[in-house]
């Protein structure tokens, strides 16, 4: 008879983040919401008439295009103090709305790479990739101790999600396969594959057991899969009980 597989856990969620050259007519009604954010990128933060005197429309008008803009997640309502009296509600930009202008993050990171595979040998850069991905997972291996099995897998993906990897966790039997639908390193992988590691040794680390990486979109596959050796993790399961 045959086995299907079980999925114990989809969590897919990919953002695209566009330059404002990019938006289109109807995400930027009439221009207006692309004045709102530049105009608070420019200033960081401005109250509601501000907002309106440098738009030129209501401040009712405004309202309307920031309750939108904070239903989109770009912007975000602070209450800051000036002195004695009632603190001002002051709007401001969220990261995420800032991922809208043009960065030259892959450049920088492209070319401090590029210093480093120049200065460094093979080892050494494998070394401090692998130690990176140590760093990250350390900030999530407390949350992960002591569960069993099934929830550290399910808490697992939650935290690639966090790091921008959309996972899904499917468990077939004895084997435990892991994909991750997006990659936050596709870009700079391209130019330098040895970031590769880092996905695969944070999840190991996360678990604390074997990875081994099976499918890499660098290679042409839709996405990158890894498969987890998980008799370690059940025979040190029935050891502790």
Do not use: W
Not at 4 to 28: E, F, K, Q, V, W
Not at 161 to 177: C, M, N, W
């Amino acid at each position: 008879m045959a086995r299907h597989g079980r999925i114990i856990l989809i969590n897919i969620r990919i953002i695209d983040t566009l330059c404002p050259s990019c938006y289109t007519a109807h995400d930027m009604t009439s221009g207006t919401r692309d004045l709102i954010i530049r105009t608070l990128r420019s200033r960081g933060r401005c109250t509601v008439k501000e907002l309106a005197e440098a738009a030129g429309i209501s401040p009712v008008s405004v309202r309307h295009h920031l309750a939108s803009l904070q239903a989109d997640g770009l912007i975000q309502l602070d209450e800051v103090r000036h002195g004695v009296g009632r603190p001002r509600h002051e709007f401001s930009l969220t990261e995420q709305a800032l991922e809208l202008f043009p960065s030259r993050y892959l450049r920088l990171t492209s070319r401090l790479l590029d210093e480093i595979k120049g200065s460094f040998s093979e080892e050494y850069v494998e070394g401090l990739l692998s130690s990176v991905a140590d760093a990250m997972a350390a900030d999530y291996t407390a949350q992960l101790q002591g569960l069993p099995l099934e929830e550290r897998l399910v808490r697992l993906a939650e935290l690639l999600d966090e790091e921008g990897f959309a996972a899904e966790i499917e468990r077939r039997g004895e084997d435990v396969i892991i994909r991750e639908l997006s990659c936050p390193y596709l870009h700079i992988g391209q130019e330098h594959p040895e970031v590769c590691l880092i996905g695969q040794s944070f999840i190991a680390k996360a678990l604390s057991l074997p990875v081994e990486r099976v499918r890499c979109v660098l290679d042409g596959d839709a996405h990158c899969a890894f498969t987890v050796q998980i008799e370690e993790a059940a025979s040190g399961e029935s050891h502790d009980g």
